[in-house]
């Protein structure tokens, strides 16, 4: 059974930075792609980043492009969202998300498996 399990939400204020892991079990990296995504109350489920199965391919919307950085370390397993210069509008529930396709895609629907999520919040 494949597992994700988020962490390392959290306060912070604006300008600062957090650093998201989300453990896989059940599957290894090298065989997956790997999406965040995030949802702010009210608000629709928004990609974040994504990074494809060897690693050398990493994709960002605009809306992050610069700040955030999706990485992953296939000895742990892991896959990390860091997040720098954060600001009030990044606050929302973040999770991460397994992809079985050889396609890769932004969209939610696309993706097979998905963490609980973890509360990030910005203040200004």
């Known amino acids: 059974q494949v597992r994700l399990a988020e962490s390392g939400g959290g306060l912070a204020q604006a300008g600062g930075s957090l650093r998201l892991s989300c453990a896989v079990s059940g599957r290894t990296l090298s065989s997956v792609s790997m999406g965040w995504f995030r949802q702010a109350p009210g608000k629709e489920r928004e990609f974040v980043a994504r990074?494809?199965?060897?690693?050398?391919?990493?994709d960002y919307p605009d809306s992050v492009k610069g700040r955030f950085t999706i990485s992953s370390d296939n000895a742990k397993n892991t896959v990390y969202l860091q997040m720098n210069d954060l600001k009030p509008e990044d606050t929302a529930v973040y999770y991460c998300a397994l992809d079985l396709s050889l396609f890769p895609s932004r969209e939610a629907a696309h993706y097979d498996t998905w963490g609980q999520g973890t509360q990030v919040t910005v203040s200004s």
């Open positions: 990074i494809s199965r060897d690693g050398s391919t990493t």
